[in-house]
């Protein structure tokens, strides 16, 4: 075996090998953001949630606006 070729091909594989760490790091690091994004956006949901349904009662609750009558108007003809 060529000595003089073996130490750039490990070199070599010793860069593919960091690309690699390098990689499935920033994948942890995006799994990791993408969990607390997730556990974010639950927890707006469910606040949004709760405040339309706060907001259904007070409209549930309301008066009823009285009944308009109308009258005939005087300035009109008949």
């Known amino acids: ?3 003089g070729r ?3 091909e490990l070199d070599r594989i010793a860069l593919a090998l960091d690309r690699l760490e390098r990689a499935a790091a920033a994948r942890d690091t995006q799994l990791a953001e993408l969990t607390a994004l997730k556990a974010r956006h639950r927890r707006l949901k469910d606040t949004v949630a709760k405040e339309l349904h706060q907001l259904d009662l007070l409209l549930a609750n309301l008066p009823e606006p ?3 009558i ?4 005087a300035a009109t003809p008949s």
């Open 70 to 73: 109308e009258t005939p108007d």
């Open 1 to 3: 075996m060529d000595t």
């Open 6 to 8: 073996l130490e750039p």
């Open 66 to 68: 009285p009944a308009v």
